[in-house]
């Protein structure tokens, strides 16, 4: 029961250009996402966070958008740059009762100079 | 130090012996979460600890994972009988609580190896 989905494995971008990394997910009762960076041998960092009763937070180059109707949120990088290759893991927390939070399978970045 | 500590980084075992892995969470978060990471997945929730609440236990693969958390600090991830599908990344991560966003921090994790 995968509640949490990234449906691309990958995705490659030139440099300079727009990153758009997707995330879906089932569970209605999520009340906050998040965006996780990950670099080979390291732990997982956090980037951007989103409520679920917001529709976009902007942090420096990376803005994420939700669609709560779509039950869709997306990581938006601008202008991408090769220091953001890494694998984006996309998370929500199962209520404000509980810090659980549920990851996707992530998406591995390639931005190519 | 300031970050989430994992100890040992890398594991090698042989098949059908226990293992021990070891977390050291920031200093005062009273949240604490496993993960495991197999080659080419994502990352699997195992078990959550918040405060003296009762641990949410509902993502452990079998009977053969246990974890605790002593004085609300340190935890232990302990595999028996390991086996060769165990192998993977253990993370452990560390948050202040369940406010908003509740980011969670990551340590490096422990690479198990099951020969």
């Known amino acids: 029961d995968q509640q949490v989905k990234q449906n691309s494995p990958s995705l490659s971008v030139q440099e300079g250009r727009i990153s758009i990394l997707n995330c879906d997910y089932t569970n209605s009762m999520f009340d906050y996402f998040l965006w996780y960076k990950k670099y080979p041998a390291e732990g997982p960092t956090f980037l951007i966070s989103?409520?679920?009763?917001?529709d976009k937070n902007e942090d420096g180059r990376f803005t994420v958008f939700l669609n709560k109707s779509a039950k869709h949120l997306s990581l938006h990088i601008v202008p991408s740059q090769p220091g953001d290759s890494a694998v984006y893991f996309c998370a929500a927390r199962g209520s404000s009762n509980t810090g659980k939070l549920i990851f996707g399978q992530g998406t591995t970045l390639q931005v190519k100079p | 130090g300031a970050g989430v500590s994992q100890s040992p980084s890398n594991k090698v075992t042989e098949k059908g012996k226990d293992v021990e892995l070891r977390c050291d969470p920031i200093?005062?978060?009273?949240?604490l979460y496993w993960y495991r990471q197999s080659l080419g997945q994502g990352l699997e929730f195992l078990i959550y600890f918040q405060g003296n609440s009762a641990p949410d236990k509902s993502g452990l693969p079998s009977d053969r994972f246990s974890a605790e958390r002593t004085g609300g600090s340190v935890s232990t991830l302990t595999i028996q009988r390991t086996q060769q599908e165990d192998s993977a990344v253990y993370l452990c991560?560390?948050?202040?609580?369940?406010?908003?966003?509740?980011?969670?921090?990551f340590g490096q994790g422990t690479r198990l190896t099951v020969v």
């Open positions: 991560a560390s948050s202040p609580g369940t406010g908003p966003p509740n980011e969670a921090f």
């Open positions: 200093s005062g978060h009273t949240a």
């Open positions: 989103i409520s679920s009763i917001k």
